[in-house]
């Protein structure tokens, strides 16, 4: 299928309260379903709330994957006919990640545990992400997942899109601070791998932390598909054409001014990125 319509929402989560978070998340899946929307994407951490204060918050409200989540999940996509991206807190043995899963009518398809972590709520006590990057295909559209941080890390992306991604989404919870984010990374990380791009934010805040919405769909140039306010929910729409992210040469001028932003990459000279900067060189 060439053309896919999905949904970004921008919603507010109540912290620790899985079973109203899961009432709330159906509800607006079905909501988006009734606008023909087939991918619905939810914010980082949607199921469980992100400001926990310590190891044992988390691990009171991490659930494995998959499990009772993700199994209400998949009957709510099974009812309306489409896939879905959550994110959640996983509980992997004495392991606990920041995640998010890809769910369809047939169940789980994917999960991704988000790898690049800052030192702020629920994210203080998880683990990086142990998985290789990967993107899954649901029948015609490709779909990479990232979260939150992961997206000020242009290799998240890049990866990606070499692994064939249509469309990157990034459920996050972007708090005050992260105003230059909204602004400038997400139309940047569409434009340089050329593949759309869903970065979904909430709304509300949690304890001391305040959420500043603003979610937007951006198209393989970097434009605006759809964009959100800083303070309500909004549930937002966008037509993807898969043949554009998968034509990658960029024709400015026939024959005279021509791009490819993999093709024209120089592996060879990116040592330095795959090598660990020790404490100490750069403050």
Not at 83 to 90: A, I, M, Q, S, T
């Amino acid at each position: 299928m060439q053309h896919w319509k999905i949904a970004a929402v921008q919603m507010d989560s109540i912290l620790g309260a899985i079973p109203k978070n899961l009432e709330r998340i159906c509800a607006k899946l079905e909501t988006a379903a009734k606008l023909s929307a087939q991918v619905v994407i939810f914010p980082e951490c949607a199921l469980t709330g992100y400001a926990f204060d310590s190891a044992d918050e988390v691990r009171q409200f991490a659930e494995p994957i998959p499990g009772p989540a993700t199994d209400s999940l998949t009957s709510c996509c099974r009812r309306w006919g489409v896939w879905c991206v959550v994110g959640l807190l996983e509980r992997d043995g004495d392991r606990l990640f920041n995640a998010a899963a890809l769910i369809g009518p047939d169940g789980l398809l994917g999960t991704y545990r988000k790898v690049h972590l800052p030192y702020l709520g629920a994210d203080r006590f998880t683990t990086p992400g142990d998985r290789p990057f990967a993107v899954h295909d649901i029948g015609g559209l490709r779909i990479g997942m990232s979260i939150c941080y992961d997206g000020s890390f242009p290799e998240t992306t890049r990866i990606l899109a070499l692994l064939g991604a249509d469309l990157v989404v990034l459920p996050t919870n972007w708090p005050v601070g992260a105003e230059s984010t909204v602004r400038h990374l997400v139309q940047c990380r569409a434009l340089e791998n050329h593949v759309y791009y869903a970065a979904v934010n909430r709304v509300g805040s949690e304890r001391q932390t305040t959420y500043i919405g603003q979610s937007r769909i951006v198209d393989v140039n970097g434009e605006l598909l759809a964009s959100a306010g800083p303070n309500e929910e909004a549930i937002l729409l966008a037509e993807l054409d898969v043949t554009r992210p998968r034509n990658k040469q960029i024709v400015r001028i026939p024959g005279k001014f021509l791009l490819h932003r993999l093709h024209d990459r120089r592996p060879e000279m990116y040592g330095p990125l795959v090598q660990p900067v020790r404490k100490g060189e750069q403050s």
